[in-house]
Structure formats: structure tokens, C-alpha cells
């Protein structure tokens, strides 16, 4: 288990994310409490709590969470807020919209998550974290990490085709292109000799634009 400890140094693509034991909504967790039974993990962080954009994102975060369930994704929020503000916040939201906030969220009162993952951007704030989102496999590796400004809302669309885009480029060795969505031409590995590259432009097994760049369509479905 990678040990916390307060740094500036961001995780990067591919490195084991940092395991935290930490308090939140629902009670204990640990990071590892859901890699290691085969669960996505979708660990991201907010400003504050009552706050107007972070409210709309829990709120999208709820109604959409069927669908990271689907894609076996558990949702994982962060604020150094304590707990009885997040308890707080998730029964205003409750009350006002009809909508339960499912997962837990992380009361980070001395910041070692957010610091473990670089989420406090001191240009921003000293304390508020900033909207970070870290995508993480059952192997407790970090595959993709996005962050965004406290004025900028994350589109929840795009979060799930991420975990969609790995899933499936993991299960059939392929990459996807820009603006992939399920069902689109995937990009197949380009050669990597002068002999397969001309046998590649001749191909007529893939959708070959030219030697380095061909696509074909895969028919299985995203791994769970």
C-alpha cells in the first residue's frame, strides 16, 4: 500500500493511487475496500459543501450513478469539509430535489487525500480542493485524471465515456479515437515494421486511412 503523505507532487497516469483509510458518510472506507473486489473507482474532489455548482454536480452524480453501477464504477467524493456538513448538504439536496446522494463522500478535515492526490491547488486556494477526478482500476492503478477550475462544472457524459473508452480498449487491445462513443470504429495498433506497415495499406480487413492509422469495428462489449 502506497503510504499518504502531504506532497505537491501529483499522481501521474499509471501509478498506483495512494490508499487512504478515511471517514465519510458512510462511515470507515478505504480506497482499497472496492479495487480489490473488482470494482472502477471514480475518486474526485469538490470546493465546499452548500455551495451552488458542487450542489448540481452531487445532484447529476446521484440521478446518473444507475449508470456508472452499470459500468461497475463506484463513486467516491472528497471536500475537506467534516462529516456533519456533508450529512448536512446530502438531506438538503434530498429535500429540495427528491434525490439521495448514494455514495459516500470523504470528510477530509486534515487534507490527506486531497494532498495525497494533489487536489488543493494553492493558486486556487490553500484549503478548497479543486474539481479534481481520478479514474481508477481494480488494480489500484490511477488511468486517467482530469481537473477543472471551481466556476466549471463537470460534464457527466464525458466521465462516463472515459470509464466506457478504458474498459473497452482494455478488453479488446485497441485504442479509441477523438470523440469515441460505444458502437464507433476503434483504432488497432499500428505496425511497427517497414514490412507489416506495407501490408497494412494494402489491408482490406481494416478501415485503413494509411499504414499508421487504421480502424476497425469490435463488436465485443466494454469489460465490467
Known sequence: MTEITHTTRLPRINEPAPDFEAKSTHGMIRLSDYTSKGKWVMLFSHPADFTPVCTTEFIEFARRNPDFEKRNVQLIGNSVDSVYSHIAWVRNIEQHTGIKIPFPVIADLDQKVAHAFGMVHEAVSDTAAVRAVFFIDPKNTIRALLYYPLSLGRNVDELLRVFEALQFAEANAVATPANWRPGDPAIVP?????????????????EVTDWYLSKKKVAAAAAD
Open 190 to 206: 499500428a505496425p511497427i515494421t517497414q514490412a507489416d506497415a506495407e501490408k497494412r495499406a494494402a489491408s482490406k480487413d481494416f
